[in-house]
């Protein structure tokens, strides 16, 4: 039996790709070990948003064949996507395979132990599809390696090519998910006791944008055409006709017996109508725990960002958002140190970040990525100025987050409880509210069952700055 290692970077898509990798080489007869052990497979799935996620991809391919020299290393996803040339000159790395073609992986490394068996050249170590024009990949998982969450994948590829990203370079043209595979998956998960599924995606709010040339049932048909209409009408914005598809799901998986929590991915704003958030609040499942986008609270930026939206337009959505989902939790991204953001524009998003109130603000130095336009602009900043600048929005973020957390004290939640854990020296059961707020328990031996059940409890205090201790109720 040969044993296989797995290691994971970057976003909640390369994390339901691993899980599915790792559960395909469960049924392919190979054992998993932990990373750090030997191994005779190591799979790396890569990550290229960053230069810092480039250069992990490559440490941990290194890392691999350091610790067995002997071993097969497998380099996959967006870093060898985006830098094919770059990792087939690797002497560590023997097979290389792009996005959409990480179904096919074990039948790769079949090909090339068949041929290494048999002592026939293996040189030919790489294997990518047309990421501009390819279907969607079709992958269905059973679980996960947390307890009770599980990341379901709908979507893939991105076309808004903002000018500081290489994401729709690695992961190609929008392609969407049919509702029906991922409502028959979410079905076995909850069989298999998972209570809550994070619907995710690379760009989701572009989720049936190309069902739209091609209709699914004509059940699905008629709903949207009707709803696309009604945006139309009301909002006019560019995910009117589309964003019915994903309501459309999240509707049906809410129906879903078992599943007791729908946590959504990452808005565009400009999809927040009032006529979509509003059928939002009526999935009762639904996380009241949203992620939109932002990347900078200043207008001449986000211009220069290439993204479709100002900060007025912004600024409705969360409002439109705390309207329908009062107390509800808003998180978003910034990038600090944007090619010609002066101080001037630095402190525009900072203020504008204090008048929203985030719970949790992702926080990025610019990252030069070569091939986008952002690459060429004028006025790139020396790192130390990204630096000061992250390190003022981490510190308005640290107090933000505190505060809202603050807010909830005495409220009652449900959480379900994911694990046991050491925090200060004392043991807790812990879990996430709704929210996402991370809420720990005192202990109780007589009590371990209680590991993957939803439970009610009141907020009581500060543990410390990112924990909320509660008691049970």
């Known amino acids: 039996?040969?044993?296989?290692?797995?290691?994971?970077?970057?976003?909640?898509?390369?994390?339901?790709?691993?899980?599915?990798?790792?559960?395909?080489?469960?049924?392919?007869?190979?054992?998993?070990?932990?990373?750090?052990?030997?191994?005779?497979?190591?799979?790396?799935?890569?990550?290229?948003?960053?230069?810092?996620?480039?250069?992990?991809?490559?440490?941990?391919?290194?890392?691999?064949?350091?610790?067995?020299?002997?071993?097969?290393?497998?380099?996959?996803?967006?870093?060898?996507?985006?830098?094919?040339?770059?990792?087939?000159?690797?002497?560590?790395?023997?097979?290389?395979?792009?996005?959409?073609?990480?179904?096919?992986?074990?039948?790769?490394?079949?090909?090339?132990?068949?041929?290494?068996?048999?002592?026939?050249?293996?040189?030919?170590?790489?294997?990518?599809?047309?990421?501009?024009?390819?279907?969607?990949?079709?992958?269905?998982?059973?679980?996960?390696?947390?307890?009770?969450?599980?990341?379901?994948?709908?979507?893939?590829?991105?076309?808004?090519?903002?000018?500081?990203?290489?994401?729709?370079?690695?992961?190609?043209?929008?392609?969407?998910?049919?509702?029906?595979?991922?409502?028959?998956?979410?079905?076995?998960?909850?069989?298999?006791?998972?209570?809550?599924?994070?619907?995710?995606?690379?760009?989701?709010?572009?989720?049936?944008?190309?069902?739209?040339?091609?209709?699914?049932?004509?059940k699905t048909d008629e709903n949207i055409s009707r709803a696309g209409e009604a945006n139309k009408k009301t909002d006019g914005g560019e995910y009117s006709e589309n964003s019915d598809y994903l309501y459309e799901l999240l509707k049906e998986i809410n129906k879903i017996e078992g599943i007791d929590r729908i946590r959504i991915g990452s808005f565009e704003p400009m999809i927040l109508t009032e006529d979509f958030v509003s059928k939002l609040s009526t999935i009762d499942k639904l996380c009241p725990h949203f992620h939109i986008s932002l990347q900078s609270g200043c207008d001449s930026v986000l211009k220069r960002m290439n993204r479709h939206y100002d900060t007025d337009k912004f600024y409705e959505k969360t409002i439109l958002l705390r309207k329908f989902f009062p107390g509800c939790a808003l998180t978003t991204d910034v990038i600090a140190g944007f090619p010609g953001e002066t101080k001037e524009e630095f402190e525009e998003t900072y203020e504008y970040l204090k008048k929203i109130k985030f719970f949790e603000t992702h926080i990025f130095p610019y990252s030069r990525r070569k091939g986008t336009i952002a690459d060429k602009m004028s006025g790139q900043l020396t790192m130390n100025e990204k630096k000061e600048r992250v390190a003022k929005l981490l510190e308005l973020d640290a107090k933000q987050s505190r505060e809202y957390r603050e807010s909830k004290l005495g409220e009652e939640k449900n959480i379900i409880i994911e694990e046991e854990k050491t925090i200060g020296g004392e043991k807790y059961f812990v879990g996430h509210t709704p929210e996402y707020i991370f809420v720990a328990l005192p202990y109780d031996k007589k009590t371990k069952d209680l590991i993957g059940r939803t439970v009610k409890v009141v907020l009581e205090e500060m543990l410390n700055d990112e924990t909320v201790l509660g008691r049970m109720i």
């Open 1 to 218: 039996m040969r044993t296989i290692a797995f290691h994971n970077l970057g976003c909640k898509v390369n994390s339901y790709e691993t899980d599915y990798m790792e559960q395909k080489s469960l049924e392919k007869g190979y054992k998993i070990v932990e990373f750090e052990q030997k191994a005779d497979v190591y799979i790396v799935n890569t990550c290229s948003v960053t230069n810092i996620a480039d250069r992990k991809s490559r440490q941990m391919l290194h890392k691999a064949k350091k610790q067995n020299p002997d071993s097969v290393v497998v380099a996959v996803g967006c870093f060898v996507q985006t830098n094919p040339e770059e990792a087939a000159k690797d002497d560590a790395v023997d097979i290389i395979v792009g996005n959409n073609k990480k179904r096919d992986i074990f039948e790769i490394l079949d090909e090339y132990f068949a041929k290494k068996e048999s002592k026939k050249s293996a040189e030919s170590k790489s294997s990518f599809a047309d990421i501009k024009n390819c279907g969607y990949e079709e992958m269905k998982v059973k679980g996960s390696k947390e307890r009770c969450r599980v990341f379901v994948k709908i979507q893939d590829g991105c076309d808004r090519y903002c000018t500081y990203c290489i994401i729709p370079y690695a992961r190609g043209n929008i392609r969407s998910r049919k509702p029906e595979d991922a409502i028959e998956e979410i079905k076995k998960i909850a069989e298999n006791g998972y209570r809550e599924v994070v619907i995710t995606g690379i760009h989701l709010s572009s989720y049936g944008k190309d069902f739209l040339n091609k209709k699914t049932t004509k």
